[in-house]
């Protein structure tokens, strides 16, 4: 999965965090963008949370690596999004680890 996320949209997404002025919600609105872009491109075997969960934090992953000073902003979004977007999914994978 890692090595099918474009370096174009890695790029791109990295210019719109550079962006001071956007507000947080900007900043999940075009993570929430680039993932969908990443979605598109994923066969429908695995859940939609989960691939949005892995794909989440590789792009995070990807973003600091590619712009190390945006990793503190990438971070908190992706937290952010993922509180968001993905909380229940998140609570889910928790309780079934502790079983």
Do not use: C, W
């Amino acid at each position: 999965m890692d090595r099918s996320i474009p370096p174009g949209l890695v790029n791109g997404l990295a210019l719109q965090l550079r962006n001071t002025s956007q507000s947080e919600e900007d900043r999940n609105r075009d993570l929430a963008t680039a993932l969908e872009q990443l979605l598109q491109a994923y066969p429908t075997d695995m859940e939609k949370e989960k691939t949005m969960l892995v794909l989440a934090l590789l792009l995070a992953k990807k973003v600091a690596s590619h712009t190390p000073s945006l990793l503190r902003d990438v971070f908190h979004t992706t937290v952010n999004f993922i509180n968001q977007n993905l909380r229940t999914y998140v609570r889910s994978l928790a309780r079934n680890g502790m079983d």
